[in-house]
């Protein structure tokens, strides 16, 4: 294969993201430079510098792969219901349960809370009913939010609830707030 196939690539960005997930998990992600990466890969810089401008870029192409995945599993059922919502943004984020941990222990967990703000933005009017620009705006971001930091909680608490318990206690809540 050559370095410009589409599937020779593919392959270095996989050994290139297992690599940095190998390396995270024993040392800091802001002390891991690209020549560990790319060793840890077993691959040349220049294959690295094919694919991605930095090790920022990996995080965030991984991300957008999850994210595409995220929305490829959302069905009409689970956007008008708000319980159904929880249940799969939990159940996802349990199936993904290392990445997430990996990013919490390196202090990064910032970057999944915006990236899917950034999603919600795009996507709002699949996830609530018709309101103002305000409204919406706002309901994003709780619903961001919230749903970050239960997930950031349940990480810490090393996943001892199970989804459905805590779509649960997030719709619970929400239905508090909205009645006081």
């Not at 249940?87 to 910032?110: C, G, I, P, T």
């Not at 999944?112 to 709002?124: A, G, I, K, M």
Request: proline share 3%; with cysteine; hydrophobic share 40%.
């Amino acid at each position: 294969m050559k370095p410009l196939d589409p599937a020779y690539r593919n392959l270095s960005c996989q050994y290139i993201t297992e690599a940095l997930f190998r390396l995270m998990e024993t040392e800091n992600y802001s002390d891991i430079t690209i020549s560990e990466i790319t060793a840890e890969a077993g691959i040349a810089r220049r294959t690295f510098y094919l694919n991605y401008t930095s090790k920022e870029d990996i995080l965030d192409q991984h991300y957008d792969s999850l994210i595409r995945e995220y929305d490829a599993g959302i069905s009409p059922l689970i956007i008008s219901d708000m319980y159904q919502q929880a249940v799969y943004f939990f159940s996802f984020w349990k199936k993904h349960r290392n990445y997430a941990v990996l990013l919490e222990k390196n202090a990064l967990f910032h970057m999944l809370v915006n990236r899917f703000h950034l999603y919600l933005d795009h996507t709002e009017n699949r996830f609530f009913s018709p309101a103002s620009t305000v409204e919406q705006a706002y309901a994003v971001s709780y619903l961001a939010g919230g749903l970050w930091m239960m997930l950031q909680t349940w990480l810490q608490r090393d996943f001892r609830e199970s989804p459905e318990e805590l779509a649960r206690i997030f719709t619970d809540i929400s239905s508090m707030i909205s009645d006081a």
